[in-house]
Nanobody
């Protein structure tokens, strides 16, 4: 079992920054893949960024160059640094872990981008 707890969401103006954190209940060093997804009202959940245990990363085209995913195995935490935020980035952001052929999800954290 993997439990995930997100934090760091909130209200930010366009062009601003936020850093989301996802704390896992145990060691993340053996988790194959961890990532961030988001879901806006009326839309499907979509991949934002993912990082693997081997250190590779992948991003949605819409966030490339603005968002950075990173993991701190010592703290069992994955981060999503979001810069140059746009109104279209507003959504509930979910942390995801893929471990032993199962997907685990956090409860989500709201990101609102508005002036």
């Amino acid at each position: 079992q993997v439990q995930l707890l997100e934090s760091g969401g909130g209200l930010v103006q366009p062009g601003g920054s936020l850093r989301l954190s996802c704390a896992a209940s145990g060691s993340i060093s053996s988790i194959n893949r961890m990532g961030w997804y988001r879901q806006a009202p009326g839309k499907q959940r979509e991949l934002v960024a993912v990082t693997t245990s081997g250190g590779s990363t992948n991003y949605a085209d819409s966030v490339k160059g603005r968002f950075t995913i990173s993991r701190d195995n010592a703290k069992n935490t994955v981060y999503l640094q979001m810069n140059s935020l746009k109104p279209e980035d507003a959504a509930v952001y979910y942390c995801n872990a893929y471990y032993r052929f199962r997907n685990y999800w956090g409860q989500g954290t709201q990101v609102t981008v508005s002036s």
